[in-house]
């Protein structure tokens, strides 16, 4: 997309965090905005935030874990703005701690939100944007988890991983119709995700305010990157249609060497007899 002005953008997740960095980058642009949460007073805040600083901006609550939920907000969106050009599949949700200790009921959590939350994602915006014909943009939000294996963050991983996956395909299905696809794969932010637990189910083990920092990410939220900062990376991404939107370059590094663990991998089933 060679410019935002005037176009609808909706993200999920949108009332705090990455989410808020994207509609602030993005209104910036003359975007105009739809903030999809399941926190109702952060997303009034939010909204409000972004209207009094000159944008045109909506807050609709929705739980993207629940395809109905996305499908309202996606006529919530049209019977607004008439139009939907941007769709920021961001919302997300943590765990930590050791595979075999994980639960089942981590794994649905994660897995509905991470994973199934872009899928609903994907279903309830993408079909209204290609009616359009007007072109557009989709990003994913995966992780630097979604690149290289990190320890403690198995479930995490395994949901950016598939995060991954559904967005090099859905660039290659949708490039024919001029629509962009992007995937976001970001190192550590300053961010409440941490404490994602607050909006846990009852059935699935919450809610909690439980602090979940381990070692694996304390440091990194804590000395983590702006949230406005990475907003602006992802709003360059899509002006350029990047397939991979990267903010951490330090993760180079270990991903090379999982890649070259691939390749020697390759080599040695070629170098096995016919």
């Not at 944008?55 to 609709?60: F, H, K, Q, S, T």
């Not at 897995?111 to 009616?131: K, M, Q």
């Not at 479930?155 to 001029?178: C, D, H, Q, W």
Request: glycine residues 12%; contains cysteine.
């Amino acid at each position: 997309m060679e410019s935002l002005e005037g176009r609808v953008a909706v993200i999920t997740g949108g009332a705090s965090g990455i989410g808020l960095g994207m509609a602030r980058a993005f209104a910036s642009a003359g975007a105009r905005l739809a903030l999809l949460d399941v926190e109702q007073a952060a997303l009034a805040e939010a909204s409000d935030a972004l209207v009094k600083g000159g944008a045109e901006a909506i807050g609709l609550r929705a739980d993207v874990s629940d395809p109905d939920s996305l499908e309202t907000a996606a006529e919530g969106v049209l019977a607004r703005f008439g139009r939907i050009h941007v769709l920021c599949n961001n919302a997300g949700v943590l765990t930590q701690g050791p595979l075999a200790e994980s639960s089942a009921r981590d794994w649905s959590w994660l897995v509905g939100v991470n994973l199934l939350g872009v899928a609903h994602g994907i279903r309830a915006f993408v079909p209204r944007i290609r009616a359009q014909r007007e072109g557009g943009h989709v990003v994913n939000t995966a992780s630097v988890a979604g690149l290289v294996a990190l320890p403690g963050l198995g479930i995490y991983g395994a949901t950016k991983f598939a995060v991954m996956a559904i967005s090099e395909t859905l660039r290659a299905e949708l490039a024919p119709e001029n629509i962009g696809v992007s995937v976001l794969c970001p190192g550590g932010v300053r961010t409440r995700i941490h404490q994602a637990a607050r909006n846990r189910p009852v059935p699935l083990g919450g809610p909690a305010a439980l602090d979940a920092r381990g070692p694996t990410t304390a440091a990194a939220i804590e000395t983590g990157m702006d949230p406005d900062r990475v907003g602006e990376i992802v709003l360059r991404g899509v002006l350029r249609n990047e397939p991979y939107v990267l903010t951490h370059p330090e993760f180079r590094a270990p991903f090379v060497e999982r890649v070259q663990a691939l390749l020697e991998a390759f080599d040695r089933a070629a170098a096995e007899p016919a």
